[in-house]
């Protein structure tokens, strides 16, 4: 069953109008009839089964039939900073750490990445980006679309995340730390309810001076094993990590 979301809350008794991308793709690509059913997510995280009571392309309406109580989110609110990756990998990225159930994604400026965002097409990159995590989390049938910010500098980042529970960064020369002493003591912990943010580097890697930055700010470095770890792959390990310990008891 197709999922979408709808920008308001809900109310029982009313009848919800999906945007015109949403009924075009309903009629035109599922092929959806009067009285045909989709999952529908509000701002509020309900997700309703909703019957089609009218299908016309350019507007289908639903109306509420069945409440889905259970919840698809991870107890654990994740956080992913990471620079902007080249063109289809960072759209690659986004879209998988929207399936494994990120809460939020940062990208920031640092000093090795080499897809650089232009000022005056920062919004217009931010507007395709959401796009992908609304496919994303409607595929994945989560119950909220991530947020995704984007910030100009390292320093700015570490101004957001200072009520962060736990606050990661991946360093590639922690590989010879067999023991893994901080990821380990973040995988044991009780994560249930708690913010993590991890950071990552881009295809360059974080520089020194970075991770000096971040670890007086009381970041924490952490291995992902032996191998080096492609830009793109580095954050879907280790939120994969996270999440297997947050969802299964």
Same mark, same amino acid.
């Given at each position: 069953m ?44 309900i ?63 640092? &000093?090795? *990445? =080499? ?5 005056? #097409?920062?919004? +217009?990159?931010l @507007? !395709? ?13 989560r ?20 009520n ?14 067999k ?30 001076? &970075?991770? *000096? =930055?971040?670890t007086?700010?009381?970041? #924490?470095?952490? +291995?992902?094993? @032996? !191998? ?13 990590c ?8």
């Open positions: 197709q999922q979408y979301f709808v920008n308001k809350n809900f109310n029982l008794n009313s009848e919800y109008e999906l945007s015109k991308e949403d009924s075009n793709h309903i009629v035109r690509v599922m092929r959806k009839n009067i009285n045909d059913k989709v999952f529908i997510v509000f701002n509020d995280e997700k309703y089964i909703c019957n089609i009571i009218d299908n016309n392309i350019d507007r289908v309406i639903v109306e509420p039939f069945e409440k889905v109580e259970e919840s698809n989110e991870l107890k654990t609110k994740i956080t992913v900073a990471i620079p902007p990756l080249k063109n289809d990998k960072i759209e690659y990225l986004l879209q998988k750490l929207t399936e494994l159930g990120v809460f939020n994604i940062i990208l920031f400026n640092s &000093e090795r *990445n =080499i897809a650089k965002i232009k000022a005056d #097409k920062i919004n +217009s990159k @507007k !395709r980006w959401d796009k992908i995590l609304k496919e994303a989390a409607e595929q994945s049938k119950n909220i679309i991530p947020t995704l910010s984007y910030v100009n500098s390292l320093q700015e980042l570490i101004n957001t995340t200072t962060m529970d736990y606050k990661v960064v991946a360093y590639e020369k922690e590989s010879h730390n023991n893994n002493e901080n990821l380990k003591a973040l995988l044991k912990d009780d994560l249930n309810n708690k913010s993590i943010i991890a950071v990552f580097g881009s295809e360059g890697g974080i520089s020194e001076n &970075e991770i *000096n =930055i971040l007086k700010s009381e970041f #924490k470095m952490v +291995s992902l094993g @032996k !191998r080096i770890l492609r830009a793109e792959t580095a954050p879907l390990y280790l939120v994969s996270i999440a297997y310990f947050s969802e299964f008891e």
